[in-house]
């Protein structure tokens, strides 16, 4: 696959920031690639949750996912979810995952058709000879390096009711919001994320040990000055380019156009100037907060205090004030975005997943948010415990019905 740059292609959206001399061009630019297969057209399952083995042939752009409680729709988009990098909509660990009774592992596999034809994309969990539980990536039956490379052909955007509290919980949801935001169209935020972390508890570590190790000190905080800017610099980025995907809906879409405002978790929101001199001058806050953050027992500064600060803006008010169905017409208004916003960058639509959606919305916004889906050109999956939620897709899905880890 060719890989472009973004900012790019001037038919493309617009970047919120000059690409010349914006942060992005002070960082080098975000590599996505071109012409990603679009649709999934089969899964299989094996010892995943509620399921033994399961085959499905997915004929349609929209699936709907209906049964009972408990019956495993959620199961399902979860098992979709795990094609992408981390760990899946639920944020499960692995043994949750490995259906009780099974082998002690499971498996997603699916088949995804585009431009460049089919692409078949495995992951599966087993125990290893010690019992521990790995996972392994296959991709067209090769092994793949890590789970990033998945992100070569399938991107997913989700949105489910662990996710009704984002306005309203804890930070840490805005910023695994935020940071599945660009892991959706940076496939190196996720390492970036992951080694920032690494490197900030050993900093926690050390400091709380009250010992010199100064320079031990200095080596970490010059990786965690490189890796923190580079995660606030690429979610500044995006929290822009899906504030300029907000403003193209148009104005009578009944999903409320949100306001974002991003803090970076650094005293300075400035992150405009010189690569180097921004991480010169991180590496030196650090140093010298060394003594503020051992009485603190934590860092104090850095990305993981960002936090996104989201206003409903018709009404001018912070959206954690909004009341409950605004709050999901918000998201929802958000996630319409952000698939919006992975279309225009990868050059290809991503998959919704979208749980228990279609019930907390009345029947003009289900057709509305129905006919928003169809003009993206996304694949979906949607779950509801009631076919006639559904309605309104008339004839435009593949209806399958579950029960008890089977689907018909
Ligand atoms: N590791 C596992 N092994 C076997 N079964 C499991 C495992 N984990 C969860 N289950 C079962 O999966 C079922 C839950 O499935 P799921 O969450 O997909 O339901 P759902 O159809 O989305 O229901 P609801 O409409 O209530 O959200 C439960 O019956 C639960 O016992």
């Not at 001399?21 to 057209?41: D, F, I, K, N, Y």
């Not at 409680?69 to 660990?93: H, I, Q, W």
Request: charged content about 25%.
């Amino acid at each position: 696959m060719t890989p472009v740059t973004f900012p790019h292609d001037d038919h493309r959206t617009p970047p919120a920031s000059d690409p010349a001399t914006g942060p992005e061009a002070q960082r080098g630019p975000v590599s996505v690639p071109l012409a990603l297969p679009s649709r999934l057209t089969s899964l299989r399952l094996a010892d995943f949750r509620n399921y033994d083995v399961l085959r499905l042939e997915l004929d349609s752009r929209f699936t709907v996912l209906t049964g009972e409680n408990g019956a495993g729709k959620t199961n399902l988009m979860e098992a979709v979810s795990l094609l992408t990098p981390g760990r899946g909509l639920r944020r499960a660990a692995y043994p949750e995952i490995a259906r009780v009774g099974g082998s002690g592992g499971f498996a997603v596999q699916a088949k995804l058709l585009g431009e460049d034809g089919e692409v078949d994309i495995a992951t599966s969990v087993r125990p290893d000879a010690a019992g521990a539980l790995s996972r392994i990536v296959r991709i067209n039956e090769t092994q793949a390096k890590s789970a990033d490379e998945m992100l070569d052909h399938l991107r997913i955007v989700w949105l489910t009711p662990a996710m009704d509290g984002l306005f309203t919980g804890p930070a840490g949801d805005r910023r695994r919001f935020l940071d599945r935001l660009v892991l959706t169209v940076d496939p190196a935020h996720g390492r970036r994320a992951t080694d920032y972390e690494r490197a900030m508890r050993s900093r926690n570590r050390l400091l709380s040990e009250d010992r010199g190790h100064d320079s031990w000190l200095s080596g970490i905080e010059a990786q965690m000055a490189e890796l923190g800017l580079a995660m606030a610099i690429a979610r500044g980025e995006l929290v822009g380019l899906l504030q300029a995907m907000i403003a193209e809906a148009p104005a009578d879409q009944p999903f409320p156009k949100a306001d974002l405002l991003l803090s970076s978790g650094y005293a300075t929101e400035d992150l405009g100037g010189p690569a180097v001199a921004l991480e010169d001058a991180a590496r030196e806050r650090l140093a010298r907060q060394r003594s503020l953050d051992r009485a603190a027992g934590r860092t104090l500064e850095g990305p993981h205090r960002a936090d996104l600060a989201v206003t409903h803006r018709a009404k001018a008010m912070p959206a954690a004030l909004s009341s409950t169905g605004e709050q999901k017409a918000l998201l929802i208004g958000l996630i319409l975005a952000h698939a919006k916003l992975v279309r225009a960058m990868s050059g290809t639509a991503p998959v919704l997943l979208l749980d228990e959606i279609a019930a907390h919305l009345d029947p003009g916004r289900r057709a509305a948010l129905f006919d928003i889906i169809d003009g993206l050109g996304v694949q979906s999956f949607m779950t509801g415990t009631d076919a006639s939620l559904f309605e309104a897709l008339q004839g435009r899905a593949q209806h399958l019905r579950v029960d008890d880890g089977r689907v018909g």
